[in-house]
């Protein structure tokens, strides 16, 4: 089945550590992207990436790093530089280019900070 | 910058009611999307609006596009307590084709 998978589906940071959540698609999708979800909030872009090796910075990048070396993966770090990363994390893929571009989901991971 | 706003941000409504979830955006897009998400989980693609006047209907849901207005509706007909779920509408910025900007959101409630 083709799709997007995310893991953990929870995790929990100690003050100070950086921690690193995964998201892998099998959709042959060119375009990735993070999202950061707070409660009863809508989702807000943190960063994407239109093509392997090539990545931008989102509306809320500052305390996360990304790397997109393989095009099925792009996973996300959150460093201990990011103040308040407890939040629900969702990733999403579209085809890209000039395309329409419809987005799809992850099921998200879910991070705590103790 | 691209704001979007959704209205109401809370519904509460009784099976076999009909109501409207009202998306509206403050510069110009020239596509919206609506997406659905269930309590802990992940967005659901609803519908994808991609010119003035489009028009899509799934079951009890029909969406519409008004780009002059910059205003999208998401129409409920009699709503069953399976359409409870909290909906979402997104655009993204004219000339991008990546960043989508999101609405707080619309928690949707049917009640028996």
């Known amino acids: 089945d083709g799709g997007i998978t995310q893991s953990p589906k929870y995790l929990f940071r100690k003050e100070g550590q950086n921690v690193t959540l995964s998201c892998e698609q099998n959709?042959?999708?060119?375009?990735m992207y993070w999202y950061r979800q707070d409660p009863g909030q809508g989702l807000r872009l943190i960063y994407y990436?239109?093509?392997?090796?090539?990545?931008q910075k989102g509306d809320i990048a500052e305390g996360y790093s990304v790397s997109r070396e393989k095009k099925e993966s792009f996973p996300l770090t959150v460093t201990s530089a990011q103040k308040n990363p407890t939040a629900f994390y969702l990733c999403?893929?579209?085809?890209?280019?000039?395309?329409?571009?419809?987005?799809?989901f992850g099921p998200g991971t879910r991070l705590t900070v103790l | 910058e691209l704001k979007v706003e959704q209205n109401p941000l809370f519904l509460s409504m009784q099976e076999g009611k009909n109501y409207t979830i009202y998306c509206n955006y403050s510069?110009?897009?020239?596509?919206l999307y609506w997406y659905r998400q269930d309590p802990g989980k992940s967005l659901e693609s609803l519908f994808v609006?991609?010119?003035?006047?489009a028009v899509k209907q799934e079951g009890r849901l029909m969406a519409s596009l008004d780009t002059k207005a910059r205003l999208s509706t998401l129409h409920i007909t009699a709503a069953v307590h399976d359409l409870s779920a909290t909906y979402f509408c997104?655009?993204?910025?004219?000339?991008?084709?990546?960043?989508?900007?999101f609405g707080k959101g619309t928690l949707l409630t049917v009640n028996p």
């Open positions: 999403a893929s579209s085809i890209g280019g000039n395309s329409y571009n419809e987005q799809f």
């Open positions: 959709l042959n999708h060119d375009a």
């Open positions: 990436s239109q093509i392997v090796n090539d990545f």
């Open positions: 510069t110009t897009s020239d596509r």
């Open positions: 609006l991609l010119s003035n006047g």
């Open positions: 997104a655009a993204p910025p004219r000339g991008s084709n990546y960043k989508l900007t």
